[in-house]
T-cell receptor, first 116, second 113 residues
Framework: ETGVTQTPRHLVMGMTNKKSLKCEQHLGHNAMYWYKQSAKKPLELMFV???????ENNSVPSRFSPECPNSSHLFLHLHTLQPEDSALYLC???????????????FGPGTRLTVL | GQQVMQIPQYQHVQEGEDFTTYCNSSTTLSNIQWYKQRPGGHPVFLIQ?????EVKKQKRLTFQFGEAKKNSSLHITATQTTDVGTYFC?????????????FGQGTILTVHP
């Protein structure tokens, strides 16, 4: 529907597991984002990639490791997570318009993560 | 850091009643965006406001950006059950890094038929 896909849609993992979330955008955008959405909290920006370069790391713990191999793909590698990391993880993309302008963000459906 | 406060947190209305959610930023914004998230869904972009005092309409939805570019509102006239969801405002400060949006907590709207 939005041109941004995320896999898996649901993930249950133990605290010692290592897993990865994948995001792909088919919109030709040059910026991609990871957000965390917890119950009763606003959307929290985690990482921003602009032209494959990380431009923002919003004080995210090192157990979350992003990777952006190209402008269409974004990964979030997870290891030794805590139960409080359980949340909906949303990927988004947008297009820079030039001169610092930007367009709206298109969100993927999200990955519902549960850490046991 | 920049904070964006949104009120109310919850709003329950009867179908046909009006609804308004308000957004206030601790800093002057370069622009503000509004998103809607249906239950179980993901945020979907509604509109962007850029100019001081700007007013935009989309059918029954009216969006306003304050003169000081620190506050905004979304007003829905004659709500329908399809309006159910969470409405987020998201502000960008021109001094922050590219593309960074600060989201409000959202207003959860329920509409009783």
């Amino acid at each position: 529907e939005t041109g941004v896909t995320q896999t898996p849609r649901h993930l249950v993992m133990g605290m010692t597991n290592k897993k990865s979330l994948k995001c792909e955008q088919h919109l030709g955008h040059n910026a991609m984002y990871w957000y965390k959405q917890s119950a009763k909290k606003p959307l929290e920006l985690m990482f921003v990639y602009n032209f494959k370069e990380q431009t923002e790391n919003n004080s995210v713990p090192s157990r979350f490791s992003p990777e952006c191999p190209n402008s269409s793909h974004l990964f979030l590698h997870l290891h030794t997570l805590q139960p409080e990391d359980s949340a909906l993880y949303l990927c988004a993309s947008s297009q820079e318009l030039g001169a610092g302008g930007y367009n709206e963000q298109f969100f993927g459906p999200g990955t519902r993560l549960t850490v046991l | 850091g920049q904070q964006v406060m949104q009120i109310p947190q919850y709003q329950h209305v009867q179908e046909g009643e009006d609804f308004t959610t308000y957004c206030n930023s601790s800093t002057t914004l370069s622009n503000i965006q509004w998103y809607k998230q249906r239950p179980g869904g993901h945020p979907v972009f509604l509109i962007q406001l850029v100019k001081s005092g700007e007013v935009k309409k989309q059918k029954r939805l009216t969006f306003q950006f304050g003169e000081a570019k620190k506050n905004s509102s979304l007003h829905i006239t004659a709500t329908q059950t399809t309006d159910v969801g969470t409405y987020f405002c998201a502000g960008q400060n021109g001094g922050t890094s590219y593309g960074k949006l600060t989201f409000g907590q959202g207003t959860i709207l329920t509409v009783h038929p």
